[in-house]
């Protein structure tokens, strides 16, 4: 009787441990529509979202192993929910539409990190050779260094790239088609920005968002950390954690406000919408539905795999390619380069 009294009770606790995981990922879920200014705690859940999945679907296991059918429903239907999720970091890639033969544009965006702030050119040729390998139309770059030592690399860009609009800070255009207007949208209070450019695409005019959205601040935190450790300054992981935790959730509601602004900039376009860039944040948050507003996602319409463009110690998405719904997306991919702590992500689109 013992037995059986302990092997209720483990199981009633898995049972409350099942609702507890469906409600945080269906929180999580919809957390993305939470602008953390006001409610940081239920943006935070987004993050959270592929552990919560996973723990899903283990008890998904566990319920259907012991044969608990309708047990087995609440993490089941849990997981049908979050497959609009799973599309935004993992496509099949059955219903892509192949590029080949097929007119269209390629657009590329990469954040190159400085070019490694290397004084030879050696990173920014080859990082101009791959996009001439893949036959690129469009570039957009974040964190651009116009010189490597002596080196000019817009003017080595230039002989591949006859147009290009550099915008604020460390933002650039390239294009082989003619650029006829250009913004720089600057950001209050950070050194982060964003830029178009209306480009002239054998008589159609396509307005091209660069974006670079503010950091989450967490390896410049870890920096000054390891720094201070090696000067011999005890550093308690409490007060590590409350610094993470506070730089973490400040850039995430500053990129909020920032993501706000370009939604507001790409209403008033009276062209079709190009939007690339570093967002520094994960599909499905708060930033990611703002930006993406009416636009598509073109890794979800016609990406392949796994997407993730950080390559830092957790890979995420991170970069994006987004167009507008008159454009049909034909092939969308990424290189796995190691010039940057990103990779370069390409898509080709039908005019």
């Not at 178009?196 to 410049?220: C, Q, S, Y």
Request: aromatic content about 14%.
């Amino acid at each position: 009787m013992g037995k059986l009294a302990v092997y209720k009770y483990i199981g009633f606790m898995f049972l409350i441990v099942t609702v507890i995981m469906s409600a945080f990922t269906l929180f999580g879920l919809y957390g993305g529509d939470s602008d953390p200014t006001h409610n940081t705690i239920s943006a935070l859940l987004v993050y959270l979202l592929p552990l919560l999945i996973i723990g899903d679907a283990i008890l998904l296991l566990y319920w259907v192993v012991r044969r608990r059918w309708h047990w087995a429903l609440i993490p089941f239907v849990t997981i049908l929910c979050c497959i609009p999720y799973i599309r935004t970091i993992w496509q099949t890639g059955w219903f892509s539409t192949h590029e080949e033969g097929q007119p269209g544009i390629k657009i590329a965006t990469y954040n190159v990190a400085m070019f490694g702030r290397e004084t030879s050119g050696f990173k920014s040729e080859d990082i101009l050779s791959e996009m001439k390998s893949h036959q690129v139309d469009i570039l957009c770059l974040q964190e651009y260094n116009e010189f490597s030592g002596d080196k000019d690399n817009t003017a080595s860009y230039k002989e591949y790239f006859p147009y290009c609009e550099k915008g604020q800070q460390d933002m650039i255009i390239f294009s082989r088609y003619p650029i006829t207007a250009t913004k720089n949208i600057p950001f209050e209070y950070t050194n982060n920005s964003a830029m178009w450019a209306d480009v002239n695409v054998e008589g159609k005019t396509l307005r091209v968002f660069n974006v670079h959205l503010e950091t989450t601040g967490i390896n410049r935190t870890l920096h000054q950390a390891g720094k201070m450790q090696a000067r011999g300054v005890q550093i308690e992981n409490n007060r590590l954690f409350e610094a993470i935790f506070g730089n973490y959730t400040f850039g995430m509601i500053v990129r909020a406000g920032q993501a706000n602004m370009m939604a507001m900039e790409m209403r008033e376009s009276e062209h079709p919408i190009l939007l690339c860039g570093d967002f520094n944040d994960v599909p499905y948050s708060y930033v990611y539905n703002t930006m993406k507003g009416d636009l598509v996602d073109g890794f979800q319409e016609c990406g392949k795999g796994f997407m993730q463009t950080y390559r830092g110690k957790k890979p995420v998405r991170i970069d994006y390619l987004f167009h507008d719904k008159t454009l049909k997306g034909l092939n969308y991919y990424k290189t796995d380069i190691n010039y940057s702590d990103h990779v370069p992500v390409f898509m080709k689109v039908a005019l």
